[in-house]
């Protein structure tokens, strides 16, 4: 049975990897309808506790593809649009005020919404 089913398969143009790959649990999600669990170091949306925030700038300074803007003390904002997620105003932020929430589920078809104020 084995053999006549590899003899297909070997027919078919299907090697070893992608047959047992028929028999086995997907790896993928069916996303939304399943929750994906994120991981604790997952790079996601950013997360800012403007109470922490001592007017710094580092993270503006920092940020490779401009995305955050200071508008005072205390106050930020983040085009998630133009993030790369490269993590450095997370580094930077000398009193980590800035974090990655691990959501990543905020897809928009409007640039606007994409933006994270403080
Ligand atoms: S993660 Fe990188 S690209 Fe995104 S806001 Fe922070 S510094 Fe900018």
């Known amino acids: 049975m084995l053999e006549l089913g590899w003899g297909l398969c070997g027919k078919m143009g299907i090697n070893w990897e ?7 649990k997907p ?3 069916l996303y939304p309808k399943e ?17 922490k ?31 790369i997620f490269c993590g450095l105003c997370v580094d930077m932020c000398p009193t980590g005020a800035i974090s990655f929430e691990g959501k990543f589920d905020y897809a928009s078809n409007k640039k606007e919404k994409l933006v994270v104020k403080s």
């Open 18 to 24: 992608c047959f047992k790959h028929m028999f086995m």
């Open 53 to 83: 925030c001592i007017g710094a700038k580092e993270c503006v300074k920092n940020c490779p593809a401009y995305a955050i803007k200071y508008i005072g003390k205390g106050k930020l904002e983040f085009d998630m649009g133009k993030c």
């Open 35 to 51: 929750k994906v669990i994120t991981y604790p170091k997952t790079r996601g949306r950013i997360k800012f506790d403007s109470s």
């Open 27 to 29: 790896f993928t999600k």
